[in-house]
């Protein structure tokens, strides 16, 4: 139970959630197919439940943001700025979480399977032929 918390401390710090090594993305947006250090499959099949996720952080961070700026400022709210903050927001937000909720999504796939070794290794290539 005490990997569950490590797998997605190293995903929100953008590590492999397997072994914790660097080096997954090429710039913001593009990630390697595998994890350079121990060769687990970070793209395969991920994509749709990485976006979920990303769609819906940004979601409960807006309305996180609209409920804290509506309480803070109650009983006369500053509507006429959350009517052009909370669709940069929303336009903000899932760029700025895109490779987070990638490497979250591969880490919740390990926390559901914890006994599945690296894909790599699993399939007898070595970390070193995937680059």
Do not use: Q
Not at 51 to 76: D, H, K, Q, S, Y
Not at 115 to 125: C, N, S, T
């Amino acid at each position: 139970m005490a990997r569950r918390p490590l797998l997605a401390a190293r995903a929100l710090i953008l590590r492999c959630p397997h072994c914790g090594g660097t080096g997954l993305f090429r710039h913001w947006w593009a990630m390697r197919e595998t994890c350079p250090t121990c060769g687990l499959s970070l793209a395969a099949g991920n994509r749709v439940g990485a976006n979920l996720l990303n769609l819906v952080a940004a979601e409960f961070l807006l309305m996180a943001f609209l409920a804290a700026v509506i309480v803070r400022g109650w009983p006369t709210p500053p509507w006429s700025t959350l009517e052009w903050a909370a669709p940069l927001l929303m336009l903000i937000a899932p760029l700025f979480l895109y490779p987070v909720s990638k490497l979250l999504f591969v880490a919740f796939d390990l926390m559901l399977h914890p006994d599945a070794a690296p894909d790599a290794v699993a399939h007898g290539i070595s970390a070193d032929s995937s680059r």
